[in-house]
């Protein structure tokens, strides 16, 4: 027999391990791949094309799915060497054997790395070619038009051979220190021991019994035990930052596109005008090839005083917001601060220049929710908040061009000769943040367009929100046939169901990971039950009952869950608070929902784990006692 | 049924198998390894059975055990019959009426040689202190006293045996089913074993082995073969 065909005929003839660690190594490689092909589409696809989503959430989300990125490689990585060492450890009998029957050292090696070899390319290329597969159907699929295109086919090629060279070292150094190993120690249940014959004999209950056997068997496979552990922390963690961070930052997200609009307000407004602002919103959510210069203050747009007039005469309406929309071009204004520590005077910001749409507002009517700063106050002629677009491309600091320090808080926009003190930053859906909101009296000074072009009303809530708004769409065709009534909540709908799909889309990715963790416990219990299965049989054949097995096997799987689940968790919290997610919003229900979700999870890995060992309870005792 | 309380009614035959047959099934072949035995043991008495490798031995004593089932026949240990009863009532017969002793010893690896002989007390919840001192006297039956924290794997194999005997010993069963116990062992260890086999037979428990030693056959009040699935005298 060649040093080919041997290992080959053996993994045929061992079906359920070769196949489980094939599917293990291949779903680890599958979903670390797609995860990091669509962290990668999502990450730094949203970031180029530029023209979707604020950069403010843009930020929040590159830097949420780059950890996730590392984690999810770290996983598969963890994943893969576990495999990897656990297969060729379970061969350390096989390979006594060999040796004990006169095969030479290095025969014995060429065969198991041949196994090796054959198991880890099986793996690796089922994993990179489902992997692929999973990232095309991911791309292909309705919501994600933006991301679509070739995958980068370096991430492909560094993860098949990271994960091809981690398994192959980790696989390699058992099969050696088996190889090396006379074939008594290599076949004596000693070298699994790390147990001392110092104990004190204590009898215990029937449970205690179980939980003594249990205990045991997990620290005579210490190291095994203590790399499963790692890798379920590590998962966990994953799991944790995944869960939590996505329900979190959802939330978070979600509340500060949500506040940019009363869910009882309509916009009114001259029916191109209409149609234009609907479009700056839509921009949040929707990739547009081209966008036509739109001109603002076109006076077919102006809403004429009669028609404000004719608003506060309806039954219902509770506030009347007119605004004026211009886009312009402004300009940052630098400043200078001074060093606490040297009390030099630094330079802060230069006079970068770029287009925005300017809105006109009354600062007593504006209440924006800020996430720096604050709103205009209410006497102001002179303030201003930007959105976070603008603050990201003109107020940050921007080092290949020289500018080391830049803070939009201290810093002044410059719209034709006025100029207005920046005092917040909001995250804003309207033309994806590049937008600042400026008082309207100023910004009618300072452009001589002297009407509103667009008015918000808000409907009070006693009030029925349909027969309102009915009679607002009457009262204004009556005023200006031209006139359009829109309702803010649906295209604020749109832009949230946009955002919740792709932080529910990140929610999902680590449940590949997590099928690969519960796999690999699975293996793990397998190696266990397969080790203890005879002593199992003889505690049966002495009158244990067949539930002894899954007692033990549910000790056993409980002690590493909750261990991992433990670090995981703590750690990912920690993670998610502290590092990954500035102002959450955080309620008991959001804390529930992530209780849930990560309770689930464990449960659903425990439960699994439990496969194997009811198929033993189940089977005849006589089976495992040979 | 069994569990925390002893056989207490009086019955005339502690083992009684009466047309009993076995048959394994085999890459897809029958093999009938026992073939209407028939079998009655008395209460008190040491029954020994001899035959070449694969002739049943183990078979007979794994029925008797309630380890394994019949394919056809009816076997009835203290008068019950084992035939009729589930899994978990077997475990329970096993635990009370039966100590076994396995040819390979079987102890439990990650149990101590006292926690070996403890275990089937445990399952029975007799209280600690009769534990730690049942554990401690038949440790001292069997000689294995100095060794009670020690793990099998420290052991020789006479050492694993006799504890063994010990554990099998610990429930004070009625019934002792020896599969080969000194099959492993060198003279001096299967002396031993011999001995405490002498012990038992004075203490009126009811032994069946399978032994091909001539020194435990010996000992023996009646004496079967088994050959080609058939018991003789």
């Known amino acids: ?626 | 049924m069994y569990r925390g309380h002893s056989i207490t009614t009086s019955i005339s035959c502690a083992v009684s198998a009466a047309d009993l047959s076995k048959t394994y099934e085999l890459s897809g072949e029958e093999t009938e390894v026992l073939k209407g035995v028939n079998l009655e043991v008395y209460p008190g008495e040491f029954v020994s059975i001899r035959g070449s490798s694969g002739t049943g031995k183990t078979t007979l004593l794994n029925l008797i055990g309630g380890i394994d089932r019949p394919t056809s026949g009816k076997i009835a240990v203290f008068g019950e019959d084992l035939t009729q009863k589930d899994e978990d009532q077997l475990a329970d017969f096993r635990c009370s009426c039966v100590g076994f002793v396995f040819q390979a010893y079987n102890l439990i690896s990650t149990l101590t040689v006292s926690e070996n002989v403890a275990f089937p007390m445990e399952w029975r919840q007799t209280p600690s202190e009769q534990i730690i001192n049942r554990v401690a006297a038949l440790l001292e039956i069997v000689g294995m006293g100095q060794r009670a924290n020690y793990f099998p794997s420290q052991l020789s194999g006479g050492e694993q045996q006799r504890v063994a005997f010990a554990r099998a010993l610990s429930n004070d069963p009625p019934l002792i089913l020896a599969d080969e116990p000194t099959g492993n062992l060198d003279n001096m260890n299967s002396q031993r074993i011999t001995d405490i086999f002498r012990l038992l037979k004075s203490q009126g428990k009811t032994i069946i082995t399978s032994t091909h030693d001539a020194n435990i056959f010996a000992l023996a009040d009646r004496k079967f073969t088994l050959e080609n699935g058939r018991l003789t005298t």
């Open chain 1, 1 to 626: 027999m060649n040093e080919t065909f041997f290992p080959l005929a053996d993994l045929l003839r061992r079906k359920l391990q070769t196949s489980l660690v094939v599917t293990i190594l291949a779903l680890s490689v599958a979903s670390t791949l797609s995860l990091l092909l669509f962290c990668d589409r999502v990450g730094l696809g949203i970031l180029s094309t530029g023209d979707i989503m604020t950069k403010g959430l843009t930020a929040v989300l590159f830097q949420f799915v780059t950890f996730v990125e590392i984690l999810v490689f770290a996983v598969g990585a963890v994943i893969v060497t576990f495999v990897a060492y656990l297969m060729m450890t379970q061969r350390r009998r096989d390979i006594g054997l060999i040796k004990a029957a006169g095969c030479p050292n290095g025969l014995v090696a060429g065969y198991f790395m041949t196994e090796l070899l054959l198991v880890i390319i099986a793996g690796c290329t089922l994993g990179v070619l489902s992997g692929i597969f999973v990232d095309y159907v991911v791309s292909r699929s309705g919501d994600y038009q933006f991301i679509q295109g070739n995958p980068n086919y370096w991430l492909v090629l560094l993860v098949f051979v990271t994960f091809f060279v981690l398994a192959l070292v980790f696989g390699m150094k058992p099969i050696l220190d088996a190889s090396r190993m006379s074939p008594i120690k290599a076949l004596s249940p000693l070298i699994y021991f790390g147990l001392s014959g110092k104990k004190e004999f204590k009898p215990l209950s029937d449970h205690g019994l179980t939980w003594r056997l249990s205990y045991r068997s997990l620290v005579r496979r210490q190291s095994a035990t203590l790399r499963i552990v790692a890798l379920l922390s590590i998962v966990f963690i994953l799991t944790t930052v995944v869960v939590a961070g996505s329900i979190i930052a959802s939330d978070s997200t979600v509340s500060w596109i949500e506040s940019s609009s009363d869910g009882k307000t309509v916009a009114i407004a001259h029916m191109e005008m209409a149609a234009q602002y609907d479009l700056l919103r839509s921009k949040f959510s929707t990739h547009f090839d081209q966008v036509e210069r739109f001109n603002y203050s076109d006076e077919r747009f102006a809403i004429s005083p009669d028609a404000i007039q004719l608003l506060k005469n309806i039954p219902g309406v509770s506030e009347i917001d007119p605004r004026l929309i211009l886009e312009e071009h402004i300009r940052e204004v630098g400043n200078f601060t001074i060093d606490p520590e040297t009390l030099a005077t630094l330079p802060v910001g230069d006079s970068r220049e770029g287009d925005s749409v300017i809105i006109g507002v009354d600062p007593s009517k504006l209440s924006l929710h800020s996430i720096q700063g604050r709103t205009i106050d209410a006497g102001s002629l002179s303030e201003a908040v930007i959105g976070d677009s603008i603050a990201h491309s003109m107020f940050s600091p921007n080092p290949s061009k020289g500018i080391s320090l830049s803070n939009p808080l201290v810093q002044t926009v410059g719209i034709r000769g006025g100029s207005f003190t920046i005092v917040g930053v909001r995250v804003d859906p309207i033309n994806n943040g590049r937008v600042v909101y400026v008082p309207i009296q100023k910004l009618a000074n300072i452009t001589d367009v002297v009407y509103t072009n667009i008015v918000f009303v808000t409907v009070a809530q006693s009030a029925d929100f349909t027969t309102t708004v009915a009679e607002i769409r009457r009262n204004m065709t009556e005023a200006n046939p031209n006139l359009d009534v829109i309702e803010i909540a649906h295209i604020s709908k749109k832009n949230v169901g946009f955002l919740k799909s792709i932080w529910s889309t990140i929610m999902i990715l680590p449940l590949f990971v997590l099928s690969s963790a519960a796999l690999c416990l699975v293996g793990y219990l397998i190696a266990a039950l397969d080790e203890q299965k005879k002593e199992f049989a003889t505690l049966r054949a002495l009158g244990g009952k067949s539930k002894l097995v899954v007692t033990s096997l549910a000790f056993q799987s409980s002690i590493i869950l909750l261990s991992g689940f433990g670090i995981g968790v703590s750690l990912g919290i920690v993670v998610t608070l502290v590092i990954l997610m500035a102002n959450p919003l955080v309620s008991i229900l959001t804390v529930l929902e992530i209780a849930a979700w990560l309770f689930s999870a464990l449960v659903g890995i425990f439960i699994v784990t439990l496969i194997p060992a009811f198929s033993m309870a189940k089977s005849p005792i006589l089976r495992h006692m040979i």
